[in-house]
T-cell receptor
């Protein structure tokens, strides 16, 4: 069964510093991986996804993630944090079910950006 | 505007009083799903539906029911709510393939007293 582990429930960085949010997955089939962001009092929106092809994936708002099969990781990075990046971030893996697909989410990482 | 809508956004109710949370999407998506979000647990799937009249249990289906009579609507029904169903609920839809992005509604915060 697929699963996702996000290391660190809370991450705090200074404005302008590197953002690194860690995600490791477990999957018995080639994984399709997603990062979603949830701003306060809002639903989730897609940041980026990896399906096939290039292992370095670029998303919105300057975020990117690299799929590393050997490490079963899909860490999210941004070179320079902005105050507006403060949110909760979820890593997810897409699983195949009898009737289609579903997302299995990690527990989430709350990013705090200090001025 | 392409969107997933949920109603109500906030609901406080009492144990045992049946309630329905509606979900509607205007993107003609085949696939719809319900999740609940709890602190430290991320989002967990409750039920999903691949198409009209096709539904199946997710990871935490106990105490919930769903129906899919129309493609655009996927209501979540709590026949006899209990305090452990106090949570933040999200509806999502996608075209249906494993690689597809899921589009989420704004959430419904439910409190069961």
């Amino acid at each position: 069964a697929q699963s996702v582990t996000q290391l660190g429930s809370h991450v705090s960085v200074s404005e302008g510093a590197l953002v690194l949010l860690r995600c490791n997955y477990s999957s018995s089939v080639p994984p399709y991986l997603f990062w979603y962001v949830q701003y306060p009092n809002q639903g989730l929106q897609l940041l980026l996804k990896y399906t096939t092809g290039a292992t370095l994936v670029k998303g919105i708002n300057g975020f990117e993630a690299e799929f590393k099969k050997s490490e079963t990781s899909f860490h999210l990075t941004k070179p320079s944090a902005h105050m507006s990046d403060a949110a909760e971030y979820f890593c997810a893996v897409s699983c195949v079910t009898e009737y289609g697909n579903k997302l299995v989410f990690g527990a989430g990482t709350i990013l705090r950006v200090k001025s | 505007e392409a969107q997933v809508t949920q109603n109500p956004r906030y609901l406080i109710t009492v144990t045992g009083k049946k309630l329905t949370v509606t979900c509607s999407q205007n993107m003609n998506h085949e696939y719809m799903s319900w999740y609940r979000q709890d602190p430290g647990l991320g989002l967990r799937q409750i039920y999903y539906s691949m198409n009209v009249e096709v539904t199946d249990k997710g990871d935490v289906p106990e105490g919930y029911k769903v129906s899919r009579k129309e493609k655009r609507n996927f209501p979540l029904i709590l026949e006899s709510p209990s305090p452990n169903q106090t949570s933040l609920y999200f509806c999502a839809s996608s075209p249906g393939l494993r690689t597809d992005t899921q589009y989420f509604g704004p959430g419904t915060r439910l409190t069961v007293l």
